[in-house]
T-cell receptor, first 112, second 114 residues
């Protein structure tokens, strides 16, 4: 099993550009989440999904969209990137509530 | 509003020492308290977790102490090694049955020196 994979590993955008961060898992997990990690602030939940076709907002959802068309994939879209979205983004998945969340290796995004 | 407060921000101990990282929470509905370990350039990985029905849990050299009345929990690393140098995050969640959303502390950067 590859676990949770994320692409790209690094990305530089200009303000106003759009892009999609990819996340995939091969563990047949129902629950998937996106977090952003900023210095001194820990990890903060952006959006999460409890199954295909079901998504909901986390703590910091503004500026981000998600969709969950399959169990395996959970892409995060930035429609109009802003410098405040410069961060490291982590995708995570788990098989059930209260169990270990498995994190991907992260995407480091810089918005100029 | 920081629902899970973690301290210290950074910690330096000598090999063999016992670093202690503390976390305090506000939401009494939290019922799952994991600790994650993160090495540079990697995603966090679960280290150990506890539920509020026990006051202590040990896994190898790692121990969680939990004080429900004080709404605090801490991580102890026995006989610390240079390989334990990493950033440690406490977290908490409410398992509602439909979703498990982790709220993280701000992290503690641990350095274990020789």
């Amino acid at each position: 099993n590859a676990g949770v994979t994320q692409t790209p590993k690094f990305q530089v955008l200009k303000t106003g550009q759009s892009m999609t961060l990819q996340c995939a898992q091969d563990m047949n997990h129902e629950y998937m989440s996106w977090y952003r990690q900023d210095p001194g602030m820990g990890l903060r939940l952006i959006h999460y999904s409890v199954g295909a076709g079901i998504t909901d907002q986390g703590e910091v959802p503004n500026g981000y969209n998600v969709s969950r068309s399959t169990t395996e994939d959970f892409p995060l879209r930035l429609l109009s990137a802003a410098p405040s979205q410069t961060s490291v983004y982590f995708c995570a998945s788990t098989d059930r509530v209260g169990n270990e969340q498995f994190f991907g290796p992260g995407t480091r995004l810089t918005v100029l | 509003q920081q629902q899970v407060k973690q301290s210290p921000q950074s910690l330096i101990v000598q090999k063999g020492g016992i670093p202690i990282i503390n976390c305090a929470y506000e939401n009494t509905a939290f019922d799952y308290f994991p600790w994650y370990q993160q090495f540079p350039g990697k995603g966090p990985a679960l280290l150990i977790a506890i539920r509020p029905d026990v006051s202590e849990k040990k896994e190898g050299r790692f121990t969680i102490s939990f004080n429900k009345s004080a709404k605090q929990f801490s991580l102890h690393i026995m006989d610390s090694q240079p390989g334990d140098s990493a950033t440690y995050f406490c977290a908490a969640s409410v398992d509602t049955g439909t979703a498990s959303k982790l709220t993280f502390g701000t992290g503690t950067r641990l350095q274990v020196t020789l």
